[in-house]
């Protein structure tokens, strides 16, 4: 099979151990960008995702943001799920009474209530600067221009993040995806968004003449599995869940390893 399209997922897969793309993954991307699309999906905002596209050469690609939750060509918005405020506003009140760090998302705006530790992280990792606004004048905001987040991350200690993940998981079991990226976190979702989608939709209204088939996605984490199983070629690099290692088609390296780097020499020779 000739595969002939490529969907990646970033952290812990496409980048390396400082969570920048290393120079022989830059090589290879590049070598194959002009006859195979190169498509970055990701929990990722938009703007934690175009600073990668820049050093790729990919800038004039669609992406997929938020697991699927935003896809964008361009300027173009091709597909926006959000989360309602008035179920945000329920997930805020889970909140109170703990320590747990609340980021609200939507497109390229990031709220947190404060620059805390979990703040500074998370914007070192993304080098993202988020704006500091108090969580209620958001949710005033978004409520009187009809907007809703495409991701509320809650970072804690994982004893407080438990106790929030079987709390949602009881109360939005049809409205809310919930995907522990790290033990400390909780990414929040709608529950109808997936990459898996998010790459049909995509392929429907970019590609409509790209088959499924011909597709090979990188992945690491539970978020990847719908994705990697749909594709025609689903690969995880080494560091990956056990999960995500079983329904693979094939495992490359690790990401620090040069996993992608390695599997695009062996499918893209």
Not at 64 to 75: E, P
Not at 221 to 245: F, H, R, S, T, W
Request: hydrophobic share 35%.
């Amino acid at each position: 099979m000739k595969y002939n399209f490529i969907c990646t997922d970033i952290d812990g897969t496409l980048l390396n151990k400082d969570r920048e793309l290393s120079p022989c993954t830059i090589q290879e991307l590049k070598r194959i960008k002009d006859t195979a699309p190169i498509i970055l999906i990701s929990s990722r905002m938009p703007k934690a995702m175009r600073h990668l596209q820049k050093e790729l050469g990919i800038e004039h690609l669609p992406l997929i943001a938020y697991n699927g939750g935003l896809i964008l060509d361009g300027n173009n918005v091709l597909e926006s799920t959000d989360i309602s405020v008035n179920i945000i506003s329920e997930v805020v009140s889970n909140c109170k009474n703990t320590s747990i760090h609340l980021s609200l998302y939507h497109n390229d705006e990031w709220f947190v209530p404060e620059m805390d530790y979990w703040a500074n992280r998370e914007a070192n990792n993304t080098k993202v600067t988020p704006t500091v606004r108090a969580l209620q004048e958001t949710l005033i905001d978004w409520k009187n221009s009809n907007k809703g987040a495409h991701k509320i991350m809650c970072m804690g200690e994982e004893s407080e993040i438990s106790a929030l993940y079987s709390a949602l998981e009881t109360k939005f079991p049809n409205d809310l995806s919930l995907y522990r990226s790290k033990p400390t976190y909780i990414e929040i979702a709608n529950k109808k968004i997936s990459k898996e989608t998010a790459i049909y939709k995509l392929l429907q209204e970019c590609y409509p003449n790209q088959k499924i088939e011909h597709v090979i996605a990188f992945g690491d984490n539970y978020n990847d599995i719908e994705m990697l199983k749909a594709v025609g070629m689903g690969v995880a690099v080494k560091n990956a869940k056990n999960e995500v290692l079983a329904i693979a088609n094939d495992i490359t390296e690790s990401n620090i390893d040069d996993g992608v780097a390695l599997s695009i020499q062996k499918y893209f020779e």
